[in-house]
């Protein structure tokens, strides 16, 4: 049952990802991970999001589990 709440909320992530024009396969803590490293927009956004769910490393993590779910045939 957990993991179907999980699956929600990922689905919704993914959604307002879309909504604000992004790749509707990745999640906010990817995008946030992403523009953060190559140096564009969402500056203070990523640290915002790792601090909110408690993890220095979430959106780096998010961004790896996007990436490899994407290079997967």
Do not use: Q
């Amino acid at each position: 049952m957990a993991n179907y709440f999980l699956n929600i909320l990922i689905a919704f992530d993914r959604m307002i990802n879309a909504f604000l024009n992004g790749d509707p396969d990745e999640t906010l803590s990817s995008v946030a991970y992403r523009k953060n490293r190559d140096g564009t927009a969402w500056k203070f956004t990523m640290p915002f999001i790792n601090t909110l769910f408690g993890n220095s490393n979430h959106c780096k993590n998010a961004y790896e589990f996007d990436r490899d779910r994407k290079l997967k045939p």
